[in-house]
């Protein structure tokens, strides 16, 4: 199985930065996406940002310029800055690995981690 860890949540003002990290570990043979979504209580998980094999990333538009992804594809970790925080950013955010195969002939799964909490206040 593929475990995905989540770190770096935290408290912050608003208008600070905080990064966000995911490690996927386990019986991975190649992910397609890895990404951030997140869900504030009673809302829907909504994606973030994404970043598809072989680099293509997309942002939803609410955080275009001031979050910004990145990949280590041998290393199966995805990276979210986030500038420019607002206290409506505040959720919690979930690490997402879509279309991974665990060898070459498996099926394509999606994982995802247990979330860690972004609170913007002041």
């Known amino acids: 199985q593929v475990q995905l860890v989540e770190s770096g949540g935290g408290l912050v003002q608003p208008g600070g930065s905080l990064t966000l990290s995911c490690a996927a570990s386990?019986?991975?043979?190649?992910?397609?996406?890895m990404g951030w979504y997140r869900q504030v209580s009673g809302e829907p998980r909504v994606l973030v940002a994404q970043m598809s094999l072989p680099d293509t990333a997309n942002y939803v538009d609410f955080v275009k310029g001031r979050f910004a992804i990145s990949r280590d594809n041998a290393k199966h970790t995805v990276h979210l800055r986030m500038n420019k925080l607002r206290p409506e950013d505040t959720a919690v955010y979930y690490c997402y690995a879509g279309g991974t195969r665990t060898n070459a002939l498996a099926p394509l799964r999606d994982f995802w981690g247990e979330g860690t909490l972004v609170t913007v206040s002041s």
């Open positions: 386990g019986s991975i043979f190649s992910i397609d996406t």
